[in-house]
């Protein structure tokens, strides 16, 4: 299962991830928030998830922000969390292979939503 949350940011790109992966049967909770016109503190979902994840309640995360630095930030502080902040194709696969990343980060702001699904679908 993978568990998805963003900030108010990360809101409407969270939507298409969700989509991709309901449209894609893979199983996948939303932590929220579910409207980017409150502001909200990244850090709260970030540990959340990464709680989540550090609890082996779920498999994977998805984390996303503007850029994505600050919530890989905040869940690579978590125990047994491996955050990767991915841009492109090229890194996604490779911070499984090498890194055994087990949450994504993604920037709204600096990934557009078509990139992200092949960013996901890695």
């Known amino acids: 299962m993978i568990v ?3 900030d108010h940011n990360g809101v409407e790109l969270k939507e298409i991830v969700k989509n991709f ?3 894609n049967k893979i199983p996948a909770i939303d932590l929220g928030p579910y409207a980017s016109t409150e502001s909200v503190d990244y850090t709260d979902y970030a540990f959340q998830l990464a709680n989540i994840i550090k609890n082996k309640e779920a498999d994977r995360g998805i984390l996303i ?3 994505g630095v600050g919530m890989s930030i905040a869940a690579n502080r978590v125990s ?3 955050a990767a ?6 890194t996604a696969p490779k ?3 090498h890194n055994d990343s087990n949450v994504l980060c993604l920037g709204s702001w600096v990934t557009d939503p078509f990139t992200s ?4 679908s890695q």
């Open 4 to 6: 998805l949350a963003s």
């Open 85 to 90: 902040l991915v841009h492109n194709i090229l």
């Open 80 to 82: 047994g969390v491996r």
């Open 117 to 120: 699904v092949n960013i996901v």
């Open 21 to 23: 992966l309901k449209e």
């Open 95 to 97: 911070c499984r292979e």
């Open 65 to 67: 922000c503007g850029t």
